[in-house]
Each structure stands twice: as structure tokens, then as C-alpha cells.
């Protein structure tokens, strides 16, 4: 099935090119044998090369075969000889291969022309794929109808870059053949008629004007296609140029003009006021592109900054930019609202330090401008991310990430990460805390035990370790319940805390199992002292739910001194002490003694 429609296709495309080809030559040499043999224009080369770039590349070996055929078609119609019956196709058929393949290496089947380099490159392209053909055209003509070799390779080129750039320049105008959208409303229609009555009034003022001064009439083209120019509009250009230059050709070609009577023959004529006309408008042409150029880039522009305000207007982060000189030139809403700023504060400041300072006059910034700014640009400069971290008088947190742009300066984003900050801390507390009685856990014991060996710098203070272990816990828990022992426990650990000094830390190991880190007792003595409070304050009963619940603790004590302290040695020496506690009748402390005695 897809092999019977690509056959289908390029029978499609062979017929095509024969019939366009077969009509577009048989209409030039009938126009040129109505004047005098005088070939004025010959756009089937020309069409041929649109319709393989149309359809594609591909179908570039059957477009040539048909307007092969069709070449020979129409010279074996009007009796040509055998020599230029065979000779004239392959010369046209290398140009339309050589002057398709030009165009799309310049990409001309993709999309118009758009820079006033882009017509310098088309012409120069045109002018050299049409050499080939123009070398051997020229000879088969010298040899089948005589005459200088160099004037007919002149003749042919020219006027084959001429009949091209009538044909394809209005194509490569606007886009090719298939992507045009043909739409004449009322007011367009209006409007197309207004500017083509203007045009045509111009061009006949200008050419009365010039006939009257005795001047080159083809000069008239000149004002009026400068005017199309500058509106903008290749296309209109390049048709008015085509238009003009078959029809001043064909008023030569009639005797109209000129009316003077020149001796030279008429195939010069034509040739030099083609030549002449399209070096009067050709310029114009590429004025009309370049400002379709810059009208196309500012609407892009327009459209570019469109899509970014609305960008920046709905992002949740707020933005902001600034130039090599520190000074806002991009920001969006949310930036201004994020530092309690306002538009017109922004609008009127402008400058990185002052506005820092306005956030600091606000509470919103608690640094130095000028620190700030030596650390942005000591990261940026140097093609890496700076980021800061900035707490609001309301107590919210911003996170200001800066990155280097390539003109200099930053771009910065800001985001509000006070929840993030407000999780991390929560996450961070409860890794270190008992949910149960909100007390430090094993963990933060450990490591703040760890902190205040490291902060000893002399021999006297000792640290001092308790272990507090709740007596018969099993037992609430079997006669009162569970939850009466979760009380219990948060009971023992309130109870320490609000008895302790605040220099001192408290911490629940697990289960029924607290222990005690302080370093403000000189002896045992005074270290007993406090257990004995705690015992005392511990023992009292309280009620849960009714019933009454009485809690007793032992208690174990030991001492590190000087600064070279085992961790795990008193550790363990704080379990002994308990455990002697306990062995002892419960309800009493005991603290370590050297050699693992207790008293």
C-alpha cells in the first residue's frame, strides 16, 4: 500500500513538472518569435526548481525527467534542430538541479529570507548555480545559430538570473508555495486595493516625470519600491520588481518605449533595462528585509518579555536581577512582597546596598550591605552559586540562591523555606528528645556528655554522673496499667528537671531510666546531698485517675576528674553505684568508690 502511493506520488510530481514545463516554454518561445526572436523571459526553469523544493528534494530525478521531455516537446513542436532539440534541455535541466540544490543548502525550502545577508547569499548562490548552464547553453546556441560565444554566455546568464529572481524571489519571500494562507476579507481586500492604486499612481508620476526629463524611465521603479520597503514588505517588493521588469521588457519589445529610436538592436535593450531595473529595486528588496527583519525580532522581543512577565508573575519564587554595576533591572512581585518591600521602593531605589539597607531599617536584614555584597561577588565572579539565609522580622526564613549571568552580575531566587526550617528543627528536637517525657534522649545524653569532657580545661571541677532508676516499675504497670506508668515516668522526669539546677542536664536512657550530668559539685558529699533531695521529693505519691501511685528511685553516683576522662568507665561506674543502690534495700543512693566499691 505504501510502495502503490509513493508510485503515485512521483507519477503525480513526472506529470506535473512535464505539463508546467511543456506550458511555461511553449508561452516564452511563442513571446519571443512574436518580437523578433527576442526572449524576454523564461520562467520554466525557474518553476520546475519550486516545485522539487515544494515537494522535496527527493522528487528532484522525476521533476527533472518530465521537464526534460517537456523541453524537447516544445522545441520539436516549433522545429528547432536536432542540436538544440537535444542540447537546450540538458542545459536547463542543469540549472534547475544546480539552483534547487543552492537553495537548499541555504534552507530557503524551510523558511523566507530574514536578513539583509540572506539576499546577498541568495543572489550570489543564484548567479553561481546558474554558470554551469549558462556555459554550455552559450555554446550549443554558437554553434546552432553562430554569433560570439561570450556575448551569448552573457545573454544567457543574465537573463536566467533575471527570469529566477522574478519567479523565486517572491517565493523566498514568504515561505513557499504550501505554507501560505490566502485570506481577503473585506478590509483587507480594501486595503490591498488602496496600496496598489497609490503604487501604480506613484509609478506613473515618476515615469511621466522621467520621460519628460529625457531619463531612464526604469529609474521610476526606484521611489515607489523604496516606499514598499520601508512598510516592510519583501513580497510586496519582489513582485512589484518582476511585474516591472516584464513590463517595461514588453513595452521595449512593442515599440512603446523608448521613443527615441536606438540604433542598437533590440535584444540589447531588453537585456540592458532588465539589467538596469533589477539593480534599482534590488536594493530596495533587501531594505524591505532587513526592517521585516527588525519588526519580526522586536515582535519577538515583545513576545519574549510578555511570556516572562507572566512567567515571573506566576512563579512561587520571587526573582531578582542584577547588572555588573549591582543595580535591579529584573524582579518580579513576589521578591518585593517576600521583604516587606513595595513597587515604588524598588522602582525608586533601585541599587543592591540601598536596598539591603531599606530591608534593614524594616528588620528584614540583620548584616552588613557591603559584606553581603563582597560575598556574592566573590562567588560570582568566579562562575559559582552564592547562598544566604535571611530571618524576617516576622520570623520567617529566605533562602537566597545567586548565580552568576554571562553580561556580569547575578540572577538571584529567593524561597520561603520557614516550614522547611520549622520541620527540620521539629525533626531534629525529636531525634534528640523522649516523646514521652520530653526529656533529651540516649543520644543527645551521649553527645552532650561527649561536649563537656571536650570543654574541661582544668583538674578541680569534676563531672559528676547520676543514674536515677525507678524501684518496682514492673509493678505499676501490672497493678495500675500501663498508662499509669507512662505517668509515672513523665512524674520522675518532671520532677528531676524542676529540681535540678539549669546548669545541669537531664536525660531519659529508656525504659525507667534517667541519668543526670552536672558539673557543679566539688565532692560526693555535696553531689549525695542533691540525690538525697530528689529521693526525698521522688518518694512523695501522686494520683493518676484517682488512685494513688508511689514511686521510689535509686540512685548512682560517680565522678570523673581531671581532663583525659573515660566515657564508658564512668558509665559504668555510675551502674555499679545504681546497682549497689538497689542491693542495698532500693529507695537510697550510693556513689562509686575506687576499685568498684560503693557507699
Not at 195 to 217: D, H, K, Y
Request: glycine share 6%; hydrophobic share 50%; net charge neutral.
Amino acid at each position: 500500500m505504501l510502495l502503490s502511493m509513493r508510485a503515485l506520488a512521483g507519477v503525480k510530481i513526472f506529470a506535473s513538472a512535464f505539463v508546467l514545463f511543456f506550458a511555461l516554454a511553449v508561452s516564452s518561445i511563442l513571446l519571443a518569435r512574436l518580437s523578433g526572436d527576442v526572449a524576454i523571459f523564461w520562467p520554466a526553469n525557474a518553476a520546475i526548481v519550486a516545485l522539487c523544493l515544494i515537494s522535496g528534494l527527493r522528487w528532484l530525478p522525476l521533476a527533472l525527467f518530465g521537464a526534460f521531455l517537456a523541453n524537447i516537446s516544445a522545441q520539436i513542436l516549433f522545429g528547432d534542430p536536432i542540436t538544440s532539440v537535444m542540447g537546450f534541455p540538458v542545459a536547463n535541466c542543469m540549472e534547475i538541479f544546480f539552483v534547487s540544490i543552492a537553495l537548499r543548502w541555504l534552507k530557503l525550502d524551510e523558511r523566507p529570507i530574514s536578513s539583509a545577508k540572506e539576499v546577498m547569499f541568495f543572489t550570489l548562490a543564484l548567479c553561481a548555480a546558474l554558470m554551469p548552464s549558462a556555459l554550455l547553453g552559450a555554446a550549443i546556441v554558437s554553434l546552432v545559430f553562430a554569433g560570439p560565444y561570450y556575448s551569448n554566455f552573457i545573454f544567457w546568464w543574465v537573463g536566467d538570473i533575471v527570469s529566477a529572481i522574478i519567479v523565486l524571489l517572491p517565493l523566498v519571500s514568504t515561505g513557499w508555495p504550501h505554507k501560505w494562507r490566502l485570506s481577503l476579507n473585506r478590509e483587507r481586500l480594501k486595503k490591498v486595493v488602496r496600496e496598489t492604486a497609490i503604487f501604480l499612481a506613484f509609478l506613473t508620476l515618476n515615469m511621466a516625470v522621467l520621460n519628460a526629463l529625457g531619463m531612464p524611465v526604469v529609474l521610476a521603479i526606484m521611489a515607489p519600491s523604496f516606499w514598499m520597503a520601508l512598510d516592510g514588505k519583501p513580497f510586496k517588493v519582489a513582485v512589484a520588481c518582476g511585474l516591472f521588469i516584464l513590463g517595461v521588457s514588453a513595452a521595449v519589445i512593442a515599440g512603446v518605449w523608448p521613443s527615441n529610436g536606438l540604433s542598437e538592436a533590440l535584444r540589447d535593450q531588453v537585456f540592458e533595462v532588465q539589467i538596469f531595473t533589477l539593480f534599482a529595486v534590488l536594493p530596495s528588496y533587501a531594505i524591505a528585509v532587513a526592517i521585516y527583519d527588525l519588526a519580526r525580532s522586536k515582535e519577538e522581543m515583545t513576545q519574549s518579555n510578555m511570556r516572562l512577565s507572566v512567567t515571573l508573575a506566576n512563579m512561587n519564587q520571587g526573582v531578582s536581577c542584577f547588572d555588573d554595576q549591582f543595580k535591579l533591572t529584573v524582579w518580579n512581585e513576589k521578591y518585593v512582597q517576600m521583604f516587606d518591600m513595595t513597587s515604588r521602593d524598588v522602582e525608586q531605589i533601585r541599587q543592591f546596598e540601598d536596598l539591603l539597607k531599606l530591608q534593614k531599617s524594616n528588620g528584614n536584614f540583620s548584616g552588613t550591605p557591603q559584606k553581603l555584597l563582597d560575598d556574592i561577588l566573590s562567588c560570582v565572579r568566579v562562575g559559582k552559586e552564592f547562598v544566604a539565609e535571611t530571618e524576617l522580622s516576622n520570623g520567617r526564613v529566605i533562602k537566597s540562591v545567586h548565580s552568576p549571568t554571562p553580561l556580569g552580575g547575578w540572577i538571584a531566587t529567593h524561597d520561603d523555606i520557614t516550614e522547611m526550617r520549622t520541620m527540620e528543627r521539629r525533626l531534629a528536637y525529636e531525634s534528640l528528645h523522649d516523646p514521652l517525657t520530653g526529656l533529651p534522649n540516649r543520644r543527645y545524653f551521649d553527645q552532650e556528655m561527649q561536649r563537656r569532657i571536650d570543654a574541661k580545661t582544668d583538674e578541680c571541677s569534676p563531672i559528676t554522673l547520676f543514674f536515677v532508676d525507678l524501684d518496682h516499675f514492673k509493678q505499676i504497670n501490672d497493678n495500675v496499667g500501663h498508662n499509669a506508668g507512662d505517668a509515672a515516668l513523665q512524674h520522675i522526669g518532671r520532677a528531676i528537671r524542676e529540681n535540678i539546677d539549669e546548669a545541669d542536664f537531664v536525660a531519659r536512657l529508656g525504659g525507667d531510666e534517667f541519668a543526670i550530668i552536672s558539673t557543679r559539685f566539688e565532692n560526693a558529699e555535696k553531689a549525695g546531698n542533691m540525690a538525697e533531695r530528689l529521693n526525698a521529693e521522688l518518694r512523695a505519691p501522686f494520683y493518676f485517675n484517682g488512685q494513688q501511685v508511689c514511686c521510689d528511685v535509686s540512685i548512682g553516683i560517680t565522678m570523673g576528674q581531671g581532663t583525659n576522662i573515660d566515657v564508658e568507665r564512668l558509665r559504668a561506674e555510675a551502674d555499679v553505684a545504681l546497682y549497689g543502690a538497689k542491693r542495698a534495700g532500693r529507695g537510697q543512693h550510693q556513689v562509686y568508690r575506687a576499685k568498684g566499691k560503693v557507699a
